[in-house]
């Protein structure tokens, strides 16, 4: 099964500051999906940012873009412009074609510092 | 509101006995995810089904079964219960062919093993 990896259990950024969570994935399928969710404390999960395997221009949703390394087999997540409402835990994610087999990474917790 | 409905939203129970989780996917979704999140810890990947047909299984206990319904709900059925059981199981749904969209979660039933 694939493997996703998120190596920072937690980050610390300055509201209004720009912060970059890591994640790297093991697959070796062609064609797959990474996602990015969001975990705030209510506990409900949140839908962030998609890329597909095949798309050559990184994901871009609003302050969040999907910072894709295909070689490398990374896909970090960029949130610009911290907000105190985005402290929360982020979770990467991906799927084999068509959402089939979504694995999720262990998480990182961040948070923003007013 | 993500569209997916679990019940009940938290259950309580004592080891050794046997619970069954219910999830209606949004209306149209023909695959049923659940995972289940224990304290401070990631999303881990029970099992998928796709139309009534199981179609993939991650790291699901021989003690846990599902079963996806012709009116496509879906039901985890947990025996044998052991205090390691405690945790928020989430069921989730997907739309076939709209990868981009990821998942749709349910806000989760927390389950509680005393």
């Known amino acids: 099964a694939q493997k996703i990896t998120q190596t920072q259990p937690g980050m610390f950024v300055q509201e209004k500051e720009a912060v970059t969570l890591d994640c790297t994935y093991d697959?070796?399928?062609?064609?797959?999906?990474l996602f990015w969710y969001k975990q705030p404390s209510s506990g409900e999960m949140i839908f962030l940012i998609y890329?597909?395997?095949?798309?050559?221009q990184n994901a871009t949703e609003g302050r969040y873009s999907l910072n894709f390394q295909k070689a490398r087999k990374s896909a970090n997540l960029v949130i610009s412009a911290s907000q105190l409402g985005d402290s929360a835990m982020y979770f990467c994610?991906?799927?084999?074609?068509?959402?089939?087999?979504?694995?999720f990474g262990a998480g990182t917790r961040l948070t923003v510092k007013p | 509101d993500s569209g997916v409905t679990q019940t009940p939203k938290h259950l309580i129970t004592a080891t050794g006995q046997r619970v069954t989780l219910r999830c209606s996917p949004r209306?149209?979704?023909?695959?049923v995810y659940w995972y289940q999140q224990s304290l401070d810890q990631g999303l881990q990947f029970l099992i998928q089904?796709?139309?009534?047909?199981?179609?993939a299984k991650g790291n699901i206990l021989e003690r846990f079964s599902a079963q996806q319904f012709p009116d496509l709900h879906s039901e985890l059925n947990l025996s044998s219960l052991e205090l390691g059981d405690s945790a928020l199981y989430f069921c989730?749904?997907?739309?076939?062919?709209?990868?981009?969209?990821?998942?749709?979660f349910g806000s989760g039933t927390q389950l509680s093993v005393l």
């Open positions: 989730a749904s997907s739309v076939w062919g709209a990868p981009n969209e990821g998942l749709f």
């Open positions: 697959t070796s399928d062609q064609s797959y999906g």
């Open positions: 890329q597909g395997s095949y798309d050559e």
């Open positions: 994610a991906m799927s084999l074609h068509n959402n089939n087999d979504m694995r």
């Open positions: 209306s149209g979704d023909l695959s």
């Open positions: 089904y796709y139309n009534g047909e199981e179609r």
